[in-house]
């Protein structure tokens, strides 16, 4: 039989298969190739009435995530808060360069945006940056059903900005546990204590723990070029192939930045993230001599 992992726990694996949910767990041979599997794998597997199934086999994976552990995801939702926690440019693309590195197709949505007082936050002018690339931007919950129909969706964003009560207005047969913002801290508490897949709106939609900071895994600067898709398009007419936008002679992309074709901010956090990346290669290069 085949299906999909809607559920890991406990050394427990839930499988959906033709509507039906079965419990198997993972062969020993598993470990000896040094295989894991994961929510979203499609799998064959073995399922007997009144017992216990186990997988057989983990098909090719086409993407994953390691903060939260999931793979083949079509889409991630990432919900930035427009307050409480305050939004956050930076954040958001971080998670932005994340998601193109790994070929899954984002959506922004922003919540509460209720609590914005007059001068708080420019919505229209985050939307026209974000959308002028090609990212669909939405704080309307009535849009998100239709986007999620035939898709593996991920919901992503640190911890607060309300990503369980989200999901129990779109779904609130789901009940899922959510927290207060602590005051002293300025932030939620972690209240997702596992990844599962749900059927909502004609697709499947994750769960997951929350974020307060990013596991970078870009770590090269031509790569990460890649992941700002206007610069990408940009850096098309730069002299060299491995510009880097910061120091060579004709280049294409930095004359843009500040203009339609390139937000300021966009730039900057690009230029931020290399030198993460340079700063990261100095001090691996440091430590490799030291051993």
């Known amino acids: 039989?085949?299906?999909?992992?809607?559920?890991?726990?406990?050394?427990?694996?839930?499988?959906e298969s033709n509507g039906q949910v079965y419990q198997t767990r993972a062969r020993g041979n598993f470990r000896k190739k040094g295989q894991t599997p994961y929510v979203g794998d499609y799998v064959t597997f073995s399922a007997e009435e009144n017992s216990e199934g186990y997988l057989l086999a983990i098909h090719e994976r086409k993407n994953s995530l390691v903060r939260p552990p999931i793979v083949n995801i079509d889409q991630a939702v990432i919900i930035m808060s427009a307050k409480e926690p305050d939004f956050s440019l930076n954040l958001l693309d971080r998670f932005l360069v994340l998601l193109e590195y790994k070929t899954i197709h984002?959506?922004?949505?922003?919540?509460?945006?209720?609590?914005?007082?007059?001068?708080?936050?420019?919505?229209?002018?985050?939307?026209?940056?974000?959308?002028?690339?090609?990212?669909?931007?939405?704080?309307?919950?009535?849009?998100?059903?239709?986007?999620?129909?035939?898709?593996?969706?991920?919901?992503?964003?640190?911890t607060g900005v309300g990503k369980s009560t989200l999901l129990n207005k779109l779904a609130p047969e789901l009940?899922?546990?959510?927290?207060q913002i602590s005051d002293s801290l300025g932030r939620g508490r972690h209240t997702t204590r596992a990844v599962?897949?749900?059927?909502l709106y004609?697709?499947?939609?994750?769960?997951?723990?929350?974020?307060?900071?990013?596991?970078?895994?870009?770590?090269?600067?031509?790569?990460?070029?890649?992941?700002?898709?206007?610069?990408?398009?940009?850096?098309?007419?730069?002299?060299?192939?491995?510009?880097?936008?910061?120091?060579?002679?004709?280049?294409?992309?930095?004359?843009?930045?500040?203009?339609?074709?390139l937000a300021q901010s966009r730039f900057d956090h690009y230029l931020l993230l290399l030198s993460e990346i340079?700063?990261?290669?100095?001090?691996?290069?440091?430590v490799a001599k030291k051993g």
């Open 1 to 15: 039989m085949e299906g999909i992992i809607v559920k890991a726990l406990a050394g427990f694996y839930y499988v």
């Open 106 to 158: 984002p959506v922004i949505y922003i919540t509460k945006t209720d609590l914005l007082t007059e001068g708080d936050l420019d919505l229209g002018g985050i939307r026209s940056i974000y959308q002028r690339i090609g990212y669909e931007v939405i704080w309307d919950m009535a849009e998100l059903p239709e986007l999620l129909k035939d898709r593996v969706t991920v919901f992503m964003g640190q």
């Open 175 to 179: 009940a899922l546990e959510t927290g």
């Open 196 to 199: 599962s897949l749900y059927n």
């Open 202 to 261: 004609g697709g499947k939609i994750a769960d997951t723990p929350g974020f307060s900071s990013l596991d970078y895994e870009v770590t090269d600067s031509e790569i990460l070029n890649d992941c700002f898709p206007e610069i990408k398009d940009l850096s098309r007419g730069c002299k060299f192939r491995t510009c880097t936008h910061t120091h060579e002679p004709a280049c294409a992309v930095k004359p843009k930045a500040g203009t339609s074709d």
């Open 278 to 286: 340079e700063n990261r290669r100095e001090t691996y290069k440091k």
